[in-house]
């Protein structure tokens, strides 16, 4: 997403030179993992269609992370980087909501479909036990109608939040940690010149310098809830792109962005492809007046210094 102010940026990057990618990392998740039945459920229960990846429309997909470019291991020495490869987590799932107020915390409602299946799998079959949740809620503020754009992502794996790695440190950091590594990295796969143009393709942001983030943190999940209205400019750009989104394929992918040679190489959270979506496709759900914060869950908002307009260059 390219926003533009006359103070910091964030910008549509022009493409980096690219290295072949390594060996050992593939473009998409482990051909031979097996799927758990409730991230399959959760994949294929939203309002939103889980459809092909050349020919779907009104729906979400996963792209290849090989369609995304990435810093390097070698990116502070020589500014390369190369195809992202490998999803760190899992695919499990896109949500479409509209309510009338901003829906906020969603993985804590008893009404949220993705941990309902993860409780069902985890209390009656016993399975699932050290399952992890990460989710991007993407707040759209509207009049009378606001919606939201939730990204699943989960893994029963515990390599990606081995002791150490920086997807760990993220998940366990503070605030500050997290405002200053969230990063989105876009690319516009179908639409109009215009939408092209505001949006940006191929360009990178650090969502937490660029909008106000509220981190829930819970024992078994981290849910990133993104205020788009916290950015005048970042708001009328979307309003903008939603005006022809049904003419609009778009790839976004979520990152912890490495800063040191030690965290290097980049990789991928996880992505997602959002095909020529239809407004009228969301699902309404209730505004909750007060949220519901079970035991053991840690809220904390991101609260910035600058303005939201004030935003962040990344790459």
């Not at 500014?79 to 896109?94: I, N, T, V, W």
């Not at 939201?148 to 989960?154: E, W």
């Not at 009328?236 to 939603?242: K, Y």
């Not at 809220?299 to 910035?304: D, E, I, T």
């Amino acid at each position: 997403m390219q926003f533009s102010s006359t103070s910091t940026q964030c910008v549509q990057l022009n493409p980096p030179p690219m290295l072949p990618p390594p060996n050992h990392r593939r473009s998409s998740a482990p051909a031979t993992a097996i799927i758990p039945d409730w991230i399959s459920n959760s994949i294929n229960g939203g309002s939103l269609r889980h459809v092909n990846l050349h020919t779907g429309t009104n729906g979400w997909t996963s792209p290849p992370g090989d369609v995304f470019s990435l810093r390097s291991a070698s990116y502070l020495k020589n500014r390369q980087k190369s195809p992202a490869g490998d999803y760190l987590l899992s695919p499990a799932g896109m949500d479409w909501l509209k309510s009338s107020a901003k829906l906020e915390h969603v993985l804590a409602r008893a009404d949220n479909r993705v941990m309902h299946a993860l409780r069902r799998s985890q209390q009656t079959l016993g399975q699932s036990m050290k399952s992890f949740v990460f989710a991007v809620n993407l707040q759209i503020p509207g009049g009378k109608e606001h919606h939201s754009a939730v990204f699943y992502f989960a893994t029963e794996d515990p390599e990606p939040l081995r002791t150490g790695s920086l997807l760990n440190r993220f998940v366990h950091g503070d605030d500050t940690f997290r405002n200053q590594r969230f990063k989105l990295v876009n690319r516009i796969v179908k639409g109009p010149w215009i939408v092209k143009k505001a949006v940006g393709n191929h360009s990178a942001c650090l969502l937490g310098k660029a909008l106000n983030c509220t981190y829930h943190r819970g024992n078994n999940y981290l849910e990133v809830d993104v205020d788009i209205g916290s950015s005048a400019i970042a708001n009328a750009i979307l309003h903008l792109a939603l005006g022809y989104v049904t003419a609009v394929t778009i790839d976004m992918g979520f990152v912890v962005e490495a800063q040191t040679e030690e965290e290097l190489p980049e990789r991928l959270i996880g992505a997602v492809r959002v095909c020529q979506m239809e407004m009228a496709s969301a699902t309404v759900v209730e505004a909750l007046h007060v949220a519901h914060v079970p035991r053991g869950v840690g809220l904390a908002r991101v609260n910035h210094h600058k303005s939201a307009d004030d935003l962040a260059l990344a790459d």
